[in-house]
DNA sequence: GTCTATAGGGCGATAGAC
DNA sequence: GTCTATCGCCCTATAGAC
C-alpha cells in the first residue's frame, strides 16, 4: 500500500519547492509530508512547529494546519508513511530473496535498514512515537507500527521470535545511535569501537548524519 | 563518577532556617528532581512543563526555575541523577560477583536494570534524552551517560564490544517496550510473544508501566 | 487552494513581597 | 527560602481576503 505517487513535477526547470510553483495538490500534500517528517525526526513530536514544517515545504503554517486538521494528525499521517516505506522496503528484500536462510535474509534486512537510515527523519519520527506513548493516538500508532514489522519478521521472514526480537533490538539502537549523534564523538576511540560495532556498515553514516545540519 | 551528594547525609541535625520550612534545602532539591524525573519520563524534554514538576514536588513553579535557573539545567540535573543511579547499581553487582562469568554478569546486570525498570521515569528520561540529541547540551550528555555505561560494561564487566552492544541493545528495546506501553497490547498474541521474549522476567512490569496512571 | 492577520492559550522566566 | 503576580514570547488554530 504505497502511498507514494511519481510526481509529474520532475519535468519542471525549477524544484517544486515554492509554493508559487504550480503543483497538484496531492503532490503538495507529500511534499509537507516529506518536510514534516525532517522537522519531527529532528525535534519530536511536541518540539517540532507547524510552522517549521510549513517554511521547510515552502508554504504557509496555516495552510499545514488546514491540510492536515491538526498537528497530531500531520504526525500520525508521518508515521504512517514512515511505517509503510519500512514495510514495503522489507516485503521487497524478503520476496526478492525467497530461498534465503534466516542469515542471508537478515543481512538484507539490516541493508535495507541502513538505507532507510540515510533519511533520518523516518526512522527518528518512529523513534519519538515510541517514547510517546503516554499521548493515546500517538502511542496506539507506534505500537500499531512496531508490532507490523514485528509480524512481517516472523511471518514473511520466517524469523524465530528471538531472531525478530534481536533484528529489532539491534535497529532501536542503530536509531539510538543516530538520535544522540554518537557520530560526534567519533574522535573518542571509545565511541568509535562502539559505533563501529553497532554497524561497521553505517558507520560512515553515523558520522555523517551527526554533522549535517 | 558520582555527580550526586548523598541527600540522605544525617551528618548535622538538620537546622531548620524557618518555622515553615521543615525541609533542608538540599533534601528538597532531591525531592524536585525526583518529581521532574517522573514528568520528563511521562511527556519528554519539551513536553513536560515547569508547572506540572512543581505541582508533583508540592512547590510553586517559580521556585523550580529558580532553584535550577532553567528548565534545561533541571533536566541535565535529572539526567545526571540517571546515569548515577544506573551506574552506581551495575557497579555493585560487578563488585558483588567479582568470579562470575560473563553470562552470570549480563543475568545480574539485567536483573538490576528491570529494577531500574520499575522506577519509569529513570529510564524514559534517558531514552527522551538520547532522542534529543539535536539540543547541543542535551546530546552532549546524552552521549556521555551512553559511553560511560558502555565504558563499564567494557572494562569493569570485562564484556566484549558484541556483549556490551546485544547488552545496550537489548535495554534500548526494554526502554521502547515501556516508552510505547506495548503492556497495553497483551492482549494481542503477537505483542504477548513480543514482551514474554523480550523479558519473561519484566513481562508484568511491562504490563503494570502501561496501565499505571 | 493558498495566503495574511490575528485570536487565544500556555509556558518559562522575572520581580518583588514576606 | 518560598511564595504570588505577571510579563512577554511562542505556537496552534481560526477568520477571512484573493
Redesign the interface.
Known amino acids: 500500500m504505497t502511498l507514494i505517487k511519481p510526481s509529474t513535477s520532475t519535468a519542471h526547470p525549477t524544484p517544486p519547492t515554492s509554493a508559487t510553483t504550480r503543483m497538484r495538490v496531492e503532490d503538495r500534500r507529500e511534499l509537507v509530508i516529506t518536510a514534516a517528517m525532517a522537522v519531527f525526526g529532528?525535534?519530536?513530536?511536541?518540539?517540532a512547529t507547524t510552522d517549521a514544517v510549513a517554511k521547510a515545504a515552502g508554504v504557509s503554517q496555516p495552510y499545514v494546519v488546514r491540510m492536515f486538521g491538526t498537528k497530531e494528525a500531520l504526525f500520525l499521517a508521518v508515521l504512517h508513511r514512515a511505517v509503510d516505506r519500512l514495510l514495503t522496503d522489507f516485503t521487497a528484500v524478503i520476496d526478492a530473496n525467497p530461498d534465503s536462510d534466516t542469515e542471508q535474509l537478515r543481512l538484507g534486512l539490516g541493508n535495507a535498514y541502513g538505507d532507510l537510515l540515510a533519511d533520518r527523519g523516518l526512522l527518528?519520527s518512529l523513534?519519538?512515537?515510541?517514547?510517546?506513548?503516554?499521548d493515546p493516538a500517538i502511542?496506539a500508532t507506534?505500537?500499531a507500527a512496531?508490532?507490523s514489522v514485528?509480524?512481517l519478521l516472523?511471518s514473511r521472514a520466517r524469523f524465530t521470535?528471538?531472531e525478530?526480537?534481536?533484528f529489532?533490538?539491534?535497529g532501536?539502537?542503530l536509531?539510538?545511535m543516530v538520535?544522540?549523534?554518537?557520530g560526534?564523538?567519533i574522535d573518542?576511540p571509545?565511541?568509535r569501537?562502539?559505533v563501529e560495532?553497532?554497524s561497521p556498515i553505517n558507520a560512515d553514516l553515523i558520522v555523517r548524519l551527526?554533522t549535517d545540519r
Chains 1, 2 share one sequence.
Open positions: 529532528e525535534r519530536g513530536y511536541v518540539g527518528l523513534m519519538h512515537a515510541f517514547v510517546a506513548g503516554s502511542g507506534a505500537r512496531f508490532l514485528y509480524s516472523r521470535a528471538e525478530a526480537r534481536d529489532l533490538a539491534h532501536m539502537m536509531n539510538t538520535g544522540m549523534r554518537m560526534l564523538e573518542d571509545v565511541a569501537e562502539l560495532c553497532v551527526a
